[in-house]
Nanobody, 127 residues
Framework: QVQLVEIGGGLVQAGDSLRLSCAAS????????MGWFRQAPGKEREIVAA????????RYTDSVKDRFTISRDNTKNTVNLQMNSLKPEDTAIYYC????????????????????WGQGTQVTVSS
């Protein structure tokens, strides 16, 4: 079965960096667009970044543009989220998710399009 496992969360100070990684198994990885989502207490789960199956196109939510970078390695079945200049408002549980596509150029920022989800990893940014 499909498994997505996130690692790399933790407690950092404002301005620090973190790198999240998600290892995927049980799927043909390159056929899936991948997304990072986050959910803060009392808020809905929101898109952070998404990348298409080919790894050549990405989109970001406005609040993380120029600070976060999503990337993937289709030879290792991993997707990463490099987070720089972290802010307290970035505090949330971060989830990796996979969306089956039929064209390697497709990606989605719609939470409902994602079929598989990881268990999440906590990121806490102190001020």
């Amino acid at each position: 079965q499909v498994q997505l496992v996130e690692i790399g969360g933790g407690l950092v100070q404002a301005g620090d960096s973190l790198r999240l990684s998600c290892a995927a198994s049980g799927l043909t990885f390159s056929r899936y667009a991948m997304g990072w989502f986050r959910q803060a207490p009392g808020k809905e789960r929101e898109i952070v970044a998404a990348i298409n199956g080919g790894g050549f196109s990405a989109r970001y939510t406005d609040s993380v543009k120029d600070r976060f970078t999503i990337s993937r390695d289709n030879t290792k079945n991993t997707v990463n989220l490099q987070m720089n200049s972290l802010k307290p408002e970035d505090t949330a549980i971060y989830y990796c998710a996979a969306h089956r596509t039929f064209y390697s150029g497709t990606l989605s920022i719609n939470r409902d399009d994602y079929e598989y989800w990881g268990q999440g990893t906590q990121v806490t940014v102190s001020s």
